[in-house]
Nanobody, 120 residues
Framework: QVQLVESGGGFVQPGGSLRLSCAAS????????MGWYRQAPGKQRELVAT???????DYADSVKGRFTISRDNAKNTVTLQMTSLKPEDTGVYYC??????WGIGTRNYWGQGTQVTVSS
């Protein structure tokens, strides 16, 4: 059983900051790519940022310069530091990881989601 557990969402005013964290646990051989996606009401889920095990990073154009993704391979965690938040950043943020499981292979896993609301 593999779980991704997120924390750190909440309510913030425009221009504020939030930090999201996600920890993977279970029968994990290794976590490969990790990242964050978000889904706003009435919209499709979209990529926010991803990071490979080696540290290569990809950001959505809308968050470049404002969000920073990082990871700790030893702890199987990924963090998203969000600054200069805008109302359009509002949504449910999902942690994602491509994980190698002993005896099974590589699978995609998702967290349960954490709400981020940016409003004045």
């Amino acid at each position: 059983q593999v779980q991704l557990v997120e924390s750190g969402g909440g309510f913030v005013q425009p221009g504020g900051s939030l930090r999201l964290s996600c920890a993977a646990s279970g029968s994990i051989s290794s976590t490969n790519d990790m990242g964050w996606y978000r889904q706003a009401p009435g919209k499709q889920r979209e990529l926010v940022a991803t990071i490979t095990r080696g540290g290569s990073i990809d950001y959505a154009d809308s968050v470049k310069g404002r969000f920073t993704i990082s990871r700790d391979n030893a702890k199987n965690t990924v963090t998203l530091q969000m600054t200069s938040l805008k109302p359009e950043d509002t949504g449910v943020y999902y942690c994602w990881s491509r994980i190698l499981i002993w005896g099974i292979g590589t699978r995609n896993y998702w967290g349960q989601g954490t709400q981020v609301t940016v409003s004045s």
